[in-house]
């Protein structure tokens, strides 16, 4: 888990530095819940849909930065062993109120990026079922009194989260990998 830890401060601290208060845990959810939904990958969709969490056109200088996340978030939707997902989430080290409003974020912006491209699709009772525990997931609240349970519960919707984009990336994501003999059957322009 190291490696969501590190990207989650690092983007944390180039959001940061760029004057932008956005949220790297929503802003992957956001990602992935385009994704998703059929959005897939391009590079100037993303970039544009994003721009809706910064008020604003993408700082050029984030521009790398978020088109790395995407290809992150790519290999692993469309690997065929991923049986989890790297989430952006703060460290296990901070407090578990600032843990649990990055997995309200998270979630939030997945709906945003779901519900945004998924147009008039017709979706599955189990597709239904998962956006409304998201609903409920991004209005989660800390109950300061009750830290262990608290604890478990968290670990319990991070795990959730984990597998959740797998699925309805397979149920609605219309992705289809290019075969390798597709490259073959391209002939090049000859001018």
Not at 14 to 27: D, F, N, Q
Not at 71 to 87: C, G, N, Q, R, Y
Not at 103 to 116: M, N, R, V
């Amino acid at each position: 888990m190291p490696q969501s830890q590190s990207a989650y401060t690092s983007f944390t601290t180039l959001l940061g530095t760029s004057g932008h208060i956005v949220s790297p845990a929503e802003l992957q959810g956001l990602l992935l819940g385009r994704c998703c939904a059929g959005a897939g990958f391009s590079a100037e969709g993303w970039l544009e849909e994003a721009q809706d969490l910064f008020d604003e056109a993408v700082p050029s200088s984030l521009h790398a930065a978020l088109l790395g996340l995407q290809e992150m978030v790519k290999a692993e939707l469309t690997a065929d062993s991923s049986i989890s997902l790297t989430l952006l989430l703060p460290s296990d080290d901070e407090s578990l109120e600032v843990r649990t409003t990055a997995l309200g974020q998270w979630a939030q912006g997945f709906l945003s990026g779901f519900g945004g491209s998924i147009g008039n699709t017709e979706i599955s009772k189990d597709v239904r079922e998962i956006l409304e525990d998201l609903i409920s997931i991004a209005q989660i609240e800390v109950d300061e009194e009750e830290h262990e349970e608290g604890e478990m519960a968290y670990m319990e919707v991070s795990e959730y989260l984990r597998v959740v984009p797998l699925f309805l990336f397979t149920e609605c994501g219309n992705y289809t990998p290019p075969k390798p003999d597709d490259a073959k059957d391209i002939t090049p322009a000859v001018h």
